[in-house]
């Protein structure tokens, strides 16, 4: 069974500064890495894809990385700002099923 | 376009009874998903259709929980004799196609079940 861990569990930042969010995974037998974000009460919102055969992918001040290997995927958030405070989860793809980690919530200070 | 919508968003009932959570997916997606989300959890997975059968339901906690999805467009989840420990957030999300490099998932807001 896919096991999906997202550390830290919660961060804290003052506003401007880059933020790097880690998730892990135990079976590299995957078709894609989501990583995904969910504000208070609201569903989830897709932020970025990665193919099992990419090594990133990028929109706007977002990035995430993908070492398929030795299961792994970081995204990076650059010059954060209040309003990218939420959770964010990451979700691997083995077939059509999404496993998910628990979740980094991410509160960035004015 | 229209998204996934979900209804009720929220749903408070009591310990025994039956409820309904409805999903309305995004028009021309053939793959739909239930999942649930537990307080401080990330969603699991419950069960997947692909137009109106239920590819997996490996998800379904027991024989309580059923969905259908009769017309391969809406799709309803049915608990039985609900229980305090189905209070959840109960997800649905809907895809162009199931599975593949690029398939991407589309979550609805979701139903907040509350079972007293």
């Known amino acids: 069974k896919q096991e999906v861990t997202q550390i830290p569990a919660a961060l804290s930042v003052p506003e401007g500064e880059n933020l790097v969010l880690n998730c892990s995974f135990t079976?590299?037998?995957?078709?894609?890495l989501q990583w995904f974000r969910q504000d208070p009460g609201k569903g989830l919102t897709s932020l970025l894809l990665i193919q099992s055969s990419q090594r990133e992918q990028t929109s706007g001040r977002l990035n995430a990385s993908l070492d398929k290997s030795s299961g792994r995927s970081t995204l990076y958030i650059a010059a954060s700002q209040p309003g990218d405070s939420a959770t964010y989860l990451c979700?691997?793809?083995?077939?059509?099923?999404?496993?998910f980690g628990a979740g980094t919530t991410v509160t960035v200070r004015a | 376009g229209a998204g996934v919508s979900q209804t009720p968003s929220n749903k408070v009932t009591e310990k025994g009874k039956y409820v309904e959570l409805r999903c309305d997916p995004i028009?021309?997606?053939?793959?739909l998903y239930w999942y649930r989300q537990s307080l401080g959890q990330g969603p699991e997975f419950l069960i997947y259709f692909q137009g109106t059968g239920a590819a997996d339901d490996s998800g379904l906690p027991n024989d309580r929980f059923f969905a259908v999805r009769p017309e391969g467009s809406v799709s309803t989840l049915k608990i039985q004799r609900t229980e305090r420990g189905d209070s959840a957030v109960y997800l649905c999300a809907s895809s162009l196609v199931a599975g593949g490099l690029s398939d991407t998932q589309y979550f609805g807001p979701g139903t907040r079940l509350t079972v007293l």
């Open positions: 079976d590299s037998a995957i078709y894609n």
């Open positions: 979700a691997v793809s083995s077939d059509y099923k999404l496993s």
């Open positions: 028009s021309g997606h053939t793959a």
